[in-house]
């Protein structure tokens, strides 16, 4: 309810007459639409009485009960839709609440607007009556009574439609008291109101013609010329008047008019020529009122059903309504395609049943009959066979849903049939599929226990291998370290005693010469072999965890500096290599076996070497968190990118086609021991290399906690 006390003298007026207007719209939309006996319609219609706004009562002619209250209507009156259906508007038992006209008289049953449309086929308009409530509470409705007729002309039946208007009855009360001018408009004036000239001018015209024209002031369109003033279309004028002086006078005519901002807004229009006793036209006057709203409304509804209509016919499924007994009433395009019959042959022919196979209709007919009952509902969704129209059996899935307050139903469809002769060629598939993986995993088992023998036997081999090793290893170095002690005694003495003797003969001089490289290249190797054998001892006990480490706690700088000064002799030998260190001085300590990580760091230094003729070796250093880092890179020949993650395995060098033609050097232990002792110790050890641009081997170790 608008808060009509807030509102002026214009803006009640107006509201007053759009209540009229809303009375008007109303009953002349459900006297079309009854008239027309349509099952849609009527459902329709009831559904837009049972939502509006106003109170209605529809009561039959044959019975002269009430056989319809909207919610509105319970409400005003103070009783529930039972107690409305239980009178007889023939009867003079007095009723829950009681009528009363304006001046205080009370209003018999028989005398009512209803029974009035219902009874003697009387049209009510705008009727006040002052109802007085069971629960003691006075209400004012504003009421009007339109009686319904058939096709024939019989009269059928009487709708009566009311809104309260205490508030606006109270309004107008306080009003007149203060404004007697007031109360005069609203007893006659229902609609805006013009008069204008033969020119065609303006000449009269009510507070509302001008608020709905968007003026304040009456003198603000008065004298005004109408078409170009007041028309959206000043054309438009010239057809009206032809058509109002061929029929004298014209009734809810449509008209876009324009409003002083320039916005426009329809007006539904009744208007007559004024003549004169002579029949001369000297103007013309009338009654209009705003309709914008209305209209807007109507086409919404236009488009809304064209669109609903569109989505039934192409909601991508078969769909069916099925009236109360289960006729097929309406299909879309696609429930045709199922079906294979055409629209004429399915609509309001066929019955349901007439389509579901044999094998389904007991157990369909069962749902359909505890879907009409109360209790347990059946499923709202299910699977069903059905025949089209060439006998062709068809499996589909099906969705049910009632449309609210009927007993109509509307059914979706959608064809399964190929998804399900896809799902029985797909289990077939999936069979024979289990069947090839049962043969195939019978077959990996076998190959798994091959493997698994293959790899017993390779272990038992590697520990031969490395107990072997170990063996030769132990055996070899006894005799080598007589040889490189027979080694060193022999130069020793052959330079004592035979120096001299080689100045002073020149036959013996390039002889001694040739004996001492010898003798030196017999003690290079011997030191060589002696790394070799120590690799291999050291590997071997790592790998079978034999090694005794002697762990302890020192500085990483330190161990560093000791590691630089002992490789400092590889670089001496190469004028053409610049050996770069970078070792912070407050590097952390670490917890680990300083020789062992000694040995690695001058591995990595020792390899650095060896590989760069050319170019520079840089050792670096730096602490992060809780790590130490130390990175040794050169700018030598460099490792291939399918070789780098070999190098650090036993017994593999890289060949003289791998590091462009280079010989190879070392034995392939020196790396795979740098990486065991690493690891050993929770670190890590990485190569970056590119051919031809050198390599960076990266060592990280945790810092001691």
């Not at 109170?55 to 005003?76: D, H, K």
């Not at 130490?628 to 395995?649: C, Y």
């Amino acid at each position: 309810m608008a808060p009509y006390s807030s509102m002026t003298h214009e803006d009640l007026i107006a509201e007053l007459e759009a209540l009229q207007l809303k009375f008007r719209q109303f009953q002349e939309s459900v006297q079309s639409t009854v008239s027309a006996d349509s099952g849609e319609t009527r459902i329709l219609l009831e559904a837009v009485m049972e939502h509006s706004p106003c109170g209605v009562l529809v009561a039959t002619n044959s019975t002269g009960r009430i056989i319809f209250a909207n919610n509105e209507a319970c409400r005003i009156n103070g009783v529930s839709k039972e107690q409305h259906l239980n009178i007889d508007l023939n009867s003079l038992e007095q009723l829950t609440w009681t009528m009363h006209y304006p001046d205080g008289r009370p209003m018999q049953l028989a005398e009512s607007p209803l029974a009035k449309a219902a009874l003697h086929g009387q049209a009510i308009r705008s009727a006040e009556i002052r109802l007085k409530r069971a629960d003691g509470t006075d209400c004012w409705v504003l009421c009007n009574g339109n009686p319904l007729y058939d096709q024939k002309g019989d009269l059928q039946s009487g709708v009566v439609t009311f809104v309260e208007i205490s508030d606006q009855k109270k309004n107008i009360s306080e009003a007149a008291q203060n404004e007697t001018a007031y109360k005069r408009i609203v007893g006659t004036v229902i609609d805006a109101y013009y008069k204008a000239d033969k020119q065609g001018r303006l000449i009269l015209a009510t507070p509302t013609t001008a608020r709905i024209l968007g003026y304040k002031k009456i003198e603000d369109i008065l004298g005004k010329d109408i078409a170009t003033s007041f028309y959206a279309n000043p054309r438009q004028r010239a057809v009206f008047m032809q058509e109002l002086l061929q029929k004298k006078s014209l009734s809810s005519y449509l008209l876009q008019l324009k409003k002083a901002d320039g916005s426009s807004l329809v007006v539904e229009c009744t208007s007559r020529l004024i003549t004169s006793s002579n029949q001369d036209v000297e103007g013309v006057e009338g009654l209009f009122r705003d309709v914008t709203t209305r209209v807007q409304a109507e086409e919404t509804l236009r488009r809304s059903e064209f669109f609903y209509r569109k989505l039934f016919e192409h909601t991508g499924t078969a769909t069916v309504l099925l009236d109360s007994s289960g006729l097929i009433c309406r299909v879309n395009t696609q429930a045709i395609e199922l079906s294979g019959y055409s629209r004429e042959e399915l609509e309001g022919k066929v019955h349901w049943q007439e389509v579901v196979a044999p094998e389904d209709l007991e157990r369909m007919t069962d749902y359909n009959n505890r879907r009409n009952s109360p209790g347990p509902q059946p499923p709202s969704e299910y699977d069903f066979t059905m025949f089209d129209s060439q006998g062709n059996k068809k499996f589909v899935h099906a969705r049910i849903d009632f449309l609210e307050d009927t007993n109509e139903r509307i059914v979706s469809m959608t064809d399964m049939t190929s998804r399900i002769r896809m799902e029985k060629e797909l289990a077939a598939l999936n069979h024979n599929l289990e069947l090839l993986v049962a043969e195939r995993t019978e077959a990996l088992k076998k190959k798994n226990i091959e493997l698994e023998t293959a790899n017993k036997r390779l272990l038992e081999l590697d520990a031969v291998k490395s107990n072997l090793l170990s063996s030769v290893s132990h055996e070899l170095r006894t005799p080598l370290t007589s040889i490189m002690g027979f080694a060193k005694v022999t130069k020793n003495t052959f330079e004592k005693s035979f120096t001299d003797l080689s100045e002073i003969s020149r036959t013996l001089r390039p002889k001694a010469e040739t004996i001492r490289n010898n003798l030196e290249i017999i003690a290079r190797e011997g030191k060589r072999l002696t790394r070799l054998i120590n690799n291999l001892l050291d590997l071997s006990l790592v790998e079978s965890g034999e090694f005794r480490w002697c762990d302890s706690r020192f500085n990483m700088g330190e161990l560093l500096t000791m590691a630089v000064e002992a490789a400092y002799g590889e670089f001496q030998a190469k004028p053409d290599v610049a050996f770069e260190v970078s070792i912070p001085p407050d590097l952390p300590d670490v917890f680990a076996d300083r020789d062992k990580l000694q040995q690695v760091l001058l591995n990595l230094l020792n390899n650095a070497a060896k590989f760069t003729d050319k170019g520079k070796v840089a050792i670096t250093a730096e602490a992060y968190g809780d790590w130490v880092s130390v990175s040794v890179s050169d700018t030598g020949v460099g490792i291939p990118d399918h070789l780098q993650q070999h190098i650090f395995e036993k017994f593999y060098t890289v060949r003289s086609d791998d590091t462009l033609h280079r010989n190879v050097v070392g034995t392939g232990l020196g790396l795979a021991l740098c990486l065991q002792v690493v690891e050993h110790y929770h670190g890590h050890i990485g190569v970056n290399s590119s051919p031809g641009k050198g390599s960076t081997f990266i060592l990280k170790l945790p810092v001691a906690g």
